[in-house]
């Protein structure tokens, strides 16, 4: 299944980004990467992964979670989690990263746990 990426930018500082399909190693991870990236330098500190439409994340997807994490952790922003399936959130907790991200059921959830409303 090939990674599609969608973002919503909520505010000037706020995006939310919804990723459909495997978070594996591969060039269309890569290009999500590039576009988180983008984001964090266009000034976006508090951000969304809406991983609801994620059935399965190897250790590349795993990385770039972990990666984005550094990067708005750095830029003094907020990252939260949303929407994991049960595969994903058993690596999370294979990897205790479930006690680094910050997962919620759903993006309202998110928003709201980063003190942002919806437009």
Known sequence: MTLQTSIERIHADTAVITLVGTLTLGMNLKMADGQIQT?????????VLDLTAVPYMDSAG????VHTNGLVLRGGGKLRVCGV???????????????????????????????????
């Open 39 to 47: 984001l964090v330098e266009e000034g976006v500190s508090r951000m």
């Open 85 to 119: 399936s049960d595969r994903v959130a058993a690596l999370l907790k294979l990897t205790s990263m479930d006690a680094v991200l910050s997962v919620d059921p759903d993006a309202a959830a998110s928003l709201a746990a980063l003190g942002v409303s919806a437009k």
């Open 62 to 65: 795993l990385g770039t979670l």
